[in-house]
């Protein structure tokens, strides 16, 4: 099935280290979302975004829908080691059905 | 609030037998999607149920796999003459029409 553009696969860093991640599409987009999935666990909803450059943070985390609607990022401040995990994005495309197509993924590990 | 729930968490089968697997979306959601998630892999996409509209089943390996919803309520994914390929986190999600909500997700290990 269709899946987005997810960058990097994976993140080896050091606590307190910025982390950035982002996703791209070729199509337009109406709606992204970030999901943090933890092992062994469902993906948890981080943060939603609905609107092309909208910026929206929650605690140490930060998204922003880009500009060109075909692609968003999440920026993580100061990570400590609970940021540990894998994060999807997901969006839906303009004019498409209301199904949500998900990013691969990328891998967050965070040394102490 | 109550989210996601799905049942069993854990099942283990023997190849070749047929298994059910159980999800109860939060109420009031009108769209249900089920993933399949094989260790250490992204989100595979299986099918969509929004309303009383045809689902979509685009993501359905095979004719093995099949799924049904009542309504708004539960729904079942069923896996027939199971392999051992199967084997994998099962997760089903609920939906407004903006943000999706995830279960704990159903471990079936085929042996």
């Known amino acids: 099935g269709q899946q987005l553009n997810q960058s990097p696969q994976s993140m080896f860093i050091q606590e307190g280290e910025d982390v950035s991640m982002n996703c791209t599409s070729s199509?337009?987009?109406?709606?992204w979302l970030w999901y943090k999935q933890d092992p062994g666990e469902g993906p948890v909803l981080l943060i939603a975004?609905?609107?092309?450059?909208e910026l929206t943070s929650n605690g140490r985390l930060t998204a922003q829908f880009g500009i060109t609607r075909k692609d968003s990022f999440l920026n993580i401040s100061a990570s400590i080691p609970s940021d540990v995990g894998i994060y999807f994005c997901a969006g839906r495309r303009q004019g498409a059905t209301n199904k949500l197509i998900f990013g691969t993924g990328t891998l967050l590990a965070v040394q102490p | 609030g109550a989210g996601v729930s799905q049942s069993p968490s854990n099942k283990v089968t023997e190849k070749g037998k047929d298994v059910e697997l159980r999800c109860d979306p939060i109420s009031g959601h009108t769209a249900l999607y089920w993933y399949r998630q094989r260790l250490g892999q992204g989100l595979e996409f299986l099918i969509y149920?929004?309303?009383?509209?045809?689902?979509?089943k685009s993501g359905l390996p095979s004719d093995r796999f099949s799924a049904e919803r009542t309504g708004e309520s539960v729904s079942t994914l069923t896996i027939q003459r199971t392999q051992q390929e199967d084997s994998a986190v099962y997760l089903c999600a609920s939906a407004t029409d903006y943000e999706q909500y995830f279960g704990p997700g159903t471990r079936l290990t085929v042996t």
């Open positions: 199509s337009i987009f109406n709606t």
């Open positions: 149920f929004q309303g009383n509209s045809a689902p979509d």
């Open positions: 975004l609905y609107k092309a450059g």
